[in-house]
T-cell receptor, first 116, second 117 residues
Framework: GENVEQHPSTLSVQEGDSAVIKCTYS??????FPWYKQELGKGPQLIID?????GEKKDQRIAVTLNKTAKHFSLHITETQPEDSAVYFC???????????????FGQGTILTVHP | SAVISQKPSRDICQRGTSLTIQCQVD?????MFWYRQQPGQSLTLIAT?????????ESGFVIDKFPISRPNLTFSTLTVSNMSPEDSSIYLC??????????????FGPGTRLTVL
């Protein structure tokens, strides 16, 4: 089955710095790669996603890049703010294909702390 | 995006009892899923809740332990049966939602935090 590795497990930055989290996956057929932010006591919130026909996607301070050849994708957060502090999870669609997306395999999570 | 609610939000249960968790979505969705998140861990898929048929379980999860119902396109339940302390986790409902032609996204409910004594 799909195997997803996420690094680093913890990341501490100063406010205004950039943060980068990287994930690698094993199944070359996977074609959907979402990122989730989970705050304490809440469910995961989808913050950005990318599909295999795109190499990069940006939404304000957040961007995701995908390298299908190397089977890795990364989350980039610029100008970090204290409210960005949370656990971030990458995920990969383990049932890839067509226009219907299914089961997700998650990375181990990254605890991001942004210091004021 | 879809709005998902879960009941209860949290519960403390005794060993050997069962708890049923409800998931309600504000619009009809084709696919609903149940995940488990053990303390300090990532999310693991338990099963896909299929409307009109039995749920599809992932390796390591069985129907006798986690029976699932899906009576319609907006509602599902997950029961955690014969609980033990090892079942203490956050249980999350998610839906696969068509946001635009050719693209789906998956949204999660707020979770149910279960503690088994």
């Amino acid at each position: 089955g799909e195997n997803v590795e996420q690094h680093p497990s913890t990341l501490s930055v100063q406010e205004g710095d950039s943060a980068v989290i990287k994930c690698t996956y094993s199944d070359s057929a996977s074609n959907y790669f979402p990122w989730y932010k989970q705050e304490l006591g809440k469910g995961p919130q989808l913050i950005i996603d990318i599909r295999s026909n795109v190499g990069e996607k940006k939404d304000q301070r957040i961007a995701v890049t995908l390298n299908k050849t190397a089977k890795h994708f990364s989350l980039h957060i610029t100008e970090t703010q204290p409210e960005d502090s949370a656990v971030y999870f990458c995920a990969v669609d383990a049932n890839a294909g067509g226009t219907s997306y299914g089961k997700l395999t998650f990375g181990q999570g990254t605890i991001l702390t942004v210091h004021p | 995006s879809a709005v998902i609610s879960q009941k209860p939000s949290r519960d403390i249960c005794q060993r050997g009892t069962s708890l049923t968790i409800q998931c309600q979505v504000d619009s009809q969705v084709t696919m609903m899923f149940w995940y488990r998140q053990q303390p300090g861990q990532s999310l693991t898929l338990i099963a896909t809740a299929n409307q009109g048929s039995e749920a599809t379980y992932e390796s390591g999860f069985v129907i006798d332990k986690f029976p699932i119902s899906r009576p319609n396109l907006t509602f599902s339940t997950l029961t955690v049966s014969n609980m033990s302390p090892e079942d203490s986790s956050i249980y999350l409902c998610s839906v696969d939602y068509l946001i635009r032609e050719g693209g789906n996204e998956q949204f999660f409910g707020p979770g149910t935090r279960l503690t088994v004594l």
